[in-house]
Structure formats: structure tokens, C-alpha cells
């Protein structure tokens, strides 16, 4: 017979099949995530609309899933997907903002360029005067 004390440790143990929904979520989003990556890596111009759909979609089966799993009881498997997924989609942040910046720069490049183009030069500074 099975005292309060003993249910209690039952209850609260990790379940790997409790917790398989949320594994499998896990994984599909670190695929999706790792697909993009590939994707800029190899073509830093690459159309990103198509990983969208599974991005989404990731979220949407994370978002679900970890409602199932409180933290405490997390198998130790799950946990290390957690910590991959954290690393590949840091590496993906990182390489995004990469992009970000570099789209940045060009379009203030552009910017300047076409104001400077379209400009009768009334309101520019005047070039400093040689030193004497």
C-alpha cells in the first residue's frame, strides 16, 4: 500500500511520454530553425518566405506542447533539445541581425545618395577653407 508521501513521488517524476509531445515540438522547431540558417549561409540573399510557414508552425506545436510539461518534471532528454534549440536559434538571431545591419547600411547609403541627387546644393555646408 502506498503512502501519501510515496504518490507524491510517482506524481512528480518526469515522464518521457507525458513530455513526447513537447520533445517532438522541440526537435521540429530546431529543424525549421537550423533549415533557415543553411538556407542564408548559403545564399545570404535567399527569399526567407518560405521558411515562414514552418517557423509558424513551430511556434504554434512549442506553444501547445509546453503547456503539457510543467518545468519541474522535464526528463533530462528534453532538457538538452531545450539547450540545442537555444544555440541554434541563437545562431540564427545572430546571422539575422547580421543581414539586418547590412540592410541597414544600405539603405542609408541609399538614402544619402538620392538626397544628394535630388539636391541643388542650397543647403549643403560649404567646404572648409584651407588653413592659412
Same mark, same amino acid.
Given at each position: @500500500?502506498? +503512502?501519501?508521501? *510515496? &504518490?507524491? &513521488?510517482?506524481?512528480?517524476?518526469? *515522464?518521457?511520454?507525458?513530455?513526447?509531445?513537447? +520533445?517532438?515540438?522541440?526537435?521540429?522547431?530546431?529543424?525549421?530553425?537550423?533549415?533557415?540558417?543553411?538556407?542564408?549561409?548559403?545564399?545570404?540573399?535567399?527569399?526567407?518566405?518560405?521558411?515562414?510557414?514552418? %517557423?509558424?508552425?513551430?511556434?504554434?506545436?512549442?506553444?501547445?506542447?509546453? +503547456? @503539457?510539461?510543467?518545468?519541474?518534471?522535464?526528463?533530462?532528454?528534453? %532538457?538538452?533539445?531545450?539547450?540545442?534549440?537555444?544555440?541554434?536559434?541563437?545562431?540564427?538571431?545572430?546571422?539575422?541581425?547580421?543581414?539586418?545591419?547590412?540592410?541597414?547600411?544600405?539603405?542609408?547609403?541609399?538614402?544619402?545618395? @538620392?538626397?544628394?541627387?535630388?539636391? *541643388?546644393? +542650397?543647403?549643403?555646408?560649404?567646404?572648409?577653407?584651407?588653413?592659412?
Amino acid at each position: @500500500m502506498e +503512502t501519501g508521501n *510515496d &504518490l507524491e &513521488l510517482v506524481v512528480n517524476k518526469p *515522464d518521457p511520454q507525458i513530455s513526447a509531445p513537447l +520533445t517532438l515540438a522541440v526537435r521540429r522547431a530546431t529543424d525549421a530553425i537550423r533549415e533557415e540558417t543553411r538556407a542564408l549561409r548559403a545564399n545570404p540573399t535567399a527569399d526567407l518566405k518560405v521558411f515562414e510557414y514552418g %517557423k509558424s508552425r513551430a511556434l504554434l506545436d512549442l506553444t501547445r506542447a509546453r +503547456t @503539457m510539461v510543467p518545468p519541474g518534471l522535464m526528463p533530462e532528454q528534453l %532538457k538538452e533539445d531545450l539547450a540545442e534549440f537555444k544555440g541554434v536559434l541563437q545562431e540564427n538571431i545572430d546571422l539575422l541581425s547580421l543581414h539586418m545591419n547590412a540592410v541597414s547600411e544600405v539603405v542609408e547609403m541609399l538614402s544619402r545618395t @538620392m538626397i544628394d541627387f535630388d539636391s *541643388d546644393g +542650397t543647403y549643403q555646408a560649404p567646404f572648409p577653407e584651407p588653413s592659412r
